[in-house]
């Protein structure tokens, strides 16, 4: 809610306290911008005080307005509509806004929220990152960014799974198949490297399962002795065991992978305050697991594994250790989520992770609880749906996914083509091309991904993406680029435009409704932290972006006869690429100085 709105709201308040000597809460009164095709700025729904004063919505509105129009000097006018009350604002409302708007500065909230834990990415270093990573990264990396408008102290972290099973397919693939090829006798990076070796695994897996199928076992056999699994499954008890050879070949295959991961998180500009792993946090959630069965919260099977019943809660029973003592990814969350209540005073942690995980972390808070952690139920669960493309869902195991670094690379080399094409890079040298081709690729990227409601599962399409018109990245940075070359023309002109618009000036609706857009900015961000959505800020830079689109193609601004309206153009003008920068900035998306 904006000062106007909350003016608005008292005064409602008064209102009924005034003519029907009853109190009414402002929690009670309900503004909406008024819609387009009515007179008015702002609506009050009155139908929730036609209780309180017992006359039609009509005469309510008629009443209710006369006061607010006596009592506030900026309502010009108000007309009804059934139970609805249109406001109009006066003209030199705005203009005195946008004057505050100029003249404040982008000063960070202060830090009274407390300390925001937000965890994502979570890759696995069997394989390179995809674009389900991607969406991981950027609705993470957004969401931190957002909650720091909002006053929160935000730690970026990210859990690399870097033991368990699925690692050492890949460290066995490399040791059957490998032939000592490294990143670098290869040219490969370490992480795409790795990834080969885990779709070959599974190749060679199939193999053997049909092979046995054919000799007679069921499928289910098949899978269980495969002397490939078998083998996987012996070289994890042997990692767990602090085998020498084992941990060295994990060492190597690691740190080819985090040197690949670290390249495609700097192309993608995502970054991390702290990072844990899986192979340091997993020991202490074997602990934890340890004390809750000797404190009677889990038990233990016949072959020695260890488990949570968790009927009477709704769920299900669930493995916490295996019967050879090797752990789960439930051990690992539990043992990572005590470390990070004990490095740091975390106020609210929150997961960033797909909505394939629900049951997961539905069972994660049970289970923190249980084991006496007051923070367990308020953990939250960010949950976000997959991501695909035109032509269907991705499987790494057969390695059909959307390599991260490819179409990263895709995406800025289609950015540079379509820029020339359309002649938006005449006259810049080669190194302002490639920046300008950079911003650009990648902002489609990120904005595609990122104007999805996250609990949405959706659909990228690289093309669609990379267009400089509709609800594109490109489209909101051109409109930036835009306002700048306008800006740089009158500073060219010598027109002084930092300066306080005059007020008494007679402006436009659609120069009114930029000025509404550009206030309303706060608003979105707030709404945005509530809601856990980038979308909402993404969709905000779009529409500032269309209605700034069409108020320049409808109206001059240097050409402009009135030297006051001008200076009022170029300032309304001005704020709004600020606008424009700080909210893609939210959505991790540079925008261009020139185009």
Same mark, same amino acid.
């Given at each position: ?88 604002? $006066? ?278 609880? $249980? ?225």
């Amino acid at each position: 809610m904006n000062n106007i709105e909350k003016i608005i709201t008292k005064n409602v308040c008064l209102a009924v306290k005034k003519l029907y000597s009853a109190e009414f809460e402002e929690n009670n009164v309900v503004i909406q911008q008024t819609k387009r095709e009515f007179e008015g700025d702002l609506t009050v729904m009155i139908f929730p005080v036609v209780k309180i004063s017992k006359h039609s919505p009509e005469q309510t509105c008629e009443e209710i307005g006369n006061f607010l129009k006596e009592n506030m000097d900026f309502i010009a006018d108000f007309n009804i509509v059934k139970g609805f009350l249109n406001i109009v604002i $006066k003209k030199s409302y705005y203009l005195h806004l946008l004057n505050e708007i100029s003249e404040s500065k982008n000063q960070k909230p202060e830090q009274d929220k407390g300390l925001m834990m937000i965890e994502y990415s979570s890759p696995n270093t069997n394989k390179p990152l995809h674009l389900g990573h991607i969406r991981n990264n950027l609705l993470g990396y957004s969401i931190a960014e957002i909650q720091k408008a909002n006053g929160y102290k935000v730690l970026k972290t990210n859990i690399v799974n870097d033991r368990g099973i699925h690692i050492c397919k890949s460290m066995l693939a490399w040791q059957l198949f490998g032939k000592g090829e490294t990143p670098e006798n290869s040219g490969i990076k370490g992480d795409h490297l790795v990834g080969k070796y885990y779709v070959i695994f599974d190749i060679e897996y199939k193999k053997q399962i049909k092979k046995l199928i054919d000799s007679g076992l069921t499928e289910e056999e098949a899978k269980k002795s495969a002397p490939l699994i078998v083998q996987a499954q012996e070289m994890l008890v042997k990692w767990e065991q602090n085998d020498p050879e084992t941990c060295g070949l994990w060492q190597k295959m690691n740190s080819w992978v985090y040197a690949g991961f670290e390249q495609t998180y700097k192309k993608l500009g995502v970054d991390f305050d702290k990072i844990y792993y899986e192979s340091n946090t997993y020991l202490v959630g074997k602990q934890e697991v340890e004390r809750g069965l000797g404190s009677g919260i889990f038990y233990k099977k016949a072959d020695g594994s260890i488990w949570a019943d968790l009927t009477a809660d709704g769920l299900d029973e669930k493995l916490l250790l295996r019967a050879d003592g090797t752990s789960v990814y439930m051990t690992q969350d539990i043992g990572t989520a005590k470390i990070r209540y004990n490095d740091f005073p975390i106020d609210k942690m929150v997961y960033v992770v797909g909505n394939e995980q629900n049951y997961h972390f539905q069972v994660l808070a049970v289970l923190l609880d $249980k084991l006496g952690f007051a923070w367990g139920k308020d953990l939250v669960h960010f949950s976000y749906g997959m991501v695909e493309l035109p032509e269907g869902k991705m499987k790494s195991r057969e390695g059909t996914v959307v390599d991260a670094d490819d179409l990263i690379d895709e995406m800025i080399d289609s950015a540079r083509q379509t820029a020339f094409e359309l002649g938006k890079l005449d006259g810049l040298t080669d190194k302002e091309i490639n920046e300008i081709a950079q911003m650009v690729g990648l902002g489609a990227l990120k904005y595609f991904i990122l104007k999805v409601d996250p609990r949405k599962n959706m659909t990228f399409n690289p093309k669609e993406s990379i267009d400089f018109n509709g609800n594109t990245g490109p489209f909101i940075q051109y409109t930036h680029t835009r306002i700048k070359s306008v800006l740089r023309k009158a500073k060219e002109q010598n027109i002084d435009f930092h300066q306080n618009v005059n007020t008494s000036l007679e402006i436009n609706d659609k120069e009114k409704y930029l000025i509404q857009l550009v206030s309303d900015f706060p608003n979105v961000v707030k709404e945005a932290g509530e809601s856990f959505s980038p979308a909402l800020i993404a969709n905000y830079c779009y529409d500032l972006a269309k209605e700034f689109n069409q108020f320049y193609h409808d109206y001059s601004i240097l050409n402009e006869n009135n030297n006051d309206l001008k200076v009022f153009r170029l300032v309304l003008s001005q704020n709004t690429a600020k606008t424009i920068k700080n909210a893609m900035k939210l959505l991790g998306i540079e925008v261009p100085e020139r185009m």
